[in-house]
């Protein structure tokens, strides 16, 4: 099946066949300025693209097939405000949310003046929380904040908040996302419920996990502190009106966004809040102005020096040139232990897709699996498989140059071991290496043969490094951008919606209809479904 940039696509094709075409170690040898040509520099960031197979006659052929798919016509219509998300008629404008008034309009939409007026209104709020005029209905100060939601109202701000959060803040940030009630009964002992505060973080305010979480902890708030207290200790982040006023939640306490925020991208919305709440207003701010940041150079640079689109590249090369089909962060900062969970949303929410935007078979390999830890932790769990398994993992390492703690020592050794990942893999151990090291040890021959195939190494496992330069609010935030961004080009790379997610509306569907027959043993459409309710009630009622 032919598809829109055939003869581009051909083309990259043809360069990933070509023998040795997946080699790195080849290439880092053969030019010592490898990672000063594959380094590209925006926003406070380096992005190093040097250790993996990308010659420049390759860029060249992907930046080739990025034109015939119009990635840059792309961006702008999305910053234009056009109806880039077209299975749901919705524009995709998560940069209005951090751009200065005028910004970015929609339809006949200013949609920076609603997103100035929502921050203005979030801005007083922490004050008044911080400054103790809002406190809860005992008079007592807020100390901890609970932020319920799930997916893209959980998973954004509980990384941030965790990233960004430096000892003597006066509010912790706790994140209720499972509709396990596990979660919540470990979170109510952490809490007094006259000094917390609970903001139901909702896009559509009909999330099943979220608004049964949110009546469990209500029901908590009217049992310690009466009825009539809940109101000053509840507020909703929700573009539904509608629902918060129904659940009880004041409009003065409902910060709003619009429907052009998808859930994945709405960090930068009220669904920050807890963020703003918990790191205060400033690192708030400063993380927007790093998006920002990230957002002019999306827009302006040149698609070769144009960071999220030679991301994006890369990931084409290894998912479509060289069928590598997922994907490993290792954030070696601990502060970023849930960055790879927000990117797993985001990126295997957006392009999981099997259609193109006219609803035809893609012809290619969409998005791959994602998945990470931070390192140093990961290289004593998953990592060996990538340096040793069948099938290549590219893997994208986060560094941070300078640290917040006075250890430098410790530091040293984070950033060795980074480091050495990244050359293991690269570069490999040649079984002459792997021979020569055992001779060294004084094995004697026969070990020495035995041995030689485990301890021998491919390399040519591909990753790239994105340093900053300390984690900052604004460094954050241009990171974050930076894969939203790519996201967004991979989207128009592969023509393929990145801004929808029917996939998850199925399971929700279906969780509704198994209700009844988990509650009252109604019959279940499906025979396994049925089958496993069967074994279910038989163990509860025994
Ligand atoms: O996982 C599906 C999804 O719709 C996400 O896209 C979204 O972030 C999440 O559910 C939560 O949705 P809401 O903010 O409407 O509760």
Known sequence: MQQAGSAAWEAVAALARQPGAASIRRLLEADPLRARRFGFRAAGLLLDLSRTSLTEKVLAALLELAAARDLAGFRDAMAGGALVNGTEGRAALH??????????????????????????????????????????????????????????????????????????????????????????????????????????????????ETMANAQLVRGWLAQALGPAAVPQHLAALSTNLAATAAFGIAPERVFGFSEWVGGRFSLWSAVGLSVALACGLEAFAGLLAGAREMDDHFLAAPPGENLPMLLAATEVWHVNGLGYPSRAVLPYDQRLARFAAHLQQLEMESLGKRVTNAGLPVAHATGPVVFGEPGTNAQHSFLQLIHQGTTPVPVDFVLVARPDHGHAASHRILLANALAQAEALARGRTEAEARAEMAKAGLDAAEIDRLAPHRTFPGDR????????????????????????????????????????WGVELGKQLAGGILPALEHGSPAKDAATAAMIGEIRRLQEG
């Open 462 to 501: 591909p990753s790239t490094t994105i340093l900053l330069p300390a984690l900052t609010p604004a460094s954050l935030g241009a990171l974050i951008a930076l894969y939203e961004h790519k996201v967004a080009c991979l989207g128009a790379f592969w023509d393929i919606n990145p801004f929808d997610q």
């Open 95 to 208: 940069m209005a949310l951090r751009a200065p008034a005028g910004g970015f309009r929609t339809g006949g939409e200013d949609a920076s003046a609603s997103v100035q007026a929502t921050l203005n209104a979030m801005a007083g709020f922490v004050r008044g929380v911080h400054g103790g005029q809002i406190r809860g209905a005992g008079g007592d100060r807020f100390t901890d904040v609970v932020n319920i939601g799930i997916g893209g109202s959980d998973l954004g701000p509980a990384m941030v908040a965790q990233a960004l959060w430096r000892p003597g803040q006066p509010i912790r940030a706790h994140y209720l996302a499972n509709v396990d009630a596990h979660a919540w009964e470990a979170l109510r002992l952490q809490l007094d419920p006259r000094r917390t505060l609970v903001l139901v973080a909702s896009k559509t305010f009909t999330t099943q």
